[in-house]
């Protein structure tokens, strides 16, 4: 199974350094220098990690054949993919891979049915849950614990909560009917 890693944001200096969003919790692992990588886009890779180092707090890699400036800007905004066992789990409970998330149905506390979640949208403030409406409708469910406090991945649902006007103000998010 693939797992998005990180996006490759701009360059830094002019040696070949890209500074990197990440989107694991081990950096450490994923992102080590000699990692192959796939990319997505897949003409872009597979990359290498030559080296890493954090830099005012953000993380800053080199790959092998990228040498300056103009090739590592070439890699901006493109995804890092590491394969990984499907079996594999995040060491803290409280936490989840996209491909978990994605096809569970969200359902509000006393049980009605808000749609199923079809993404996972990384912003720098948090995560969005990109959950499809029975409708047909999009709703982006901040995934934080007082919106979506329980997760069952046994039971292939998530519980929302959601505060007024989240959904569109109906009786299923706590709006008027």
Not at 131 to 137: I, N
Request: hydrophobic share 40%; proline share 8%; no cysteine.
């Amino acid at each position: 199974m693939e797992l998005v890693v990180a996006r490759i944001g701009r360059a830094h200096g002019i040696k070949g350094e890209v500074s990197v969003e990440l989107r694991t919790d081990e950096p450490e692992t994923r992102l080590a220098p000699g990692a192959v990588l796939a990319t997505d886009p897949a003409t872009v890779g597979p990359l290498t990690i030559e080296s890493g180092r954090v830099h005012s707090g953000r993380l800053l890699l080199r790959f092998a054949g990228v040498g300056d400036r103009t090739a590592a800007e070439a890699l901006r905004n493109t995804l890092l993919i590491a394969d990984v066992d499907p079996e594999e789990l995040p060491d803290d409970p409280e936490e989840f891979y996209d491909h978990q998330l994605i096809g569970l149905d969200a359902v509000t506390g006393d049980g009605a049915a808000v749609g199923t979640v079809t993404d996972v949208a990384h912003l720098p403030g948090h995560d969005l849950l990109v959950v499809e409406r029975p409708d047909g409708e999009e709703a982006l469910i901040p995934f934080v614990g007082e919106i979506v406090p329980e997760i069952d991945l046994a039971g292939g649902r998530l519980v929302v909560n959601p505060p007024p006007g989240l959904l569109g103000g109906g009786a299923a998010d706590g709006g008027a009917a």
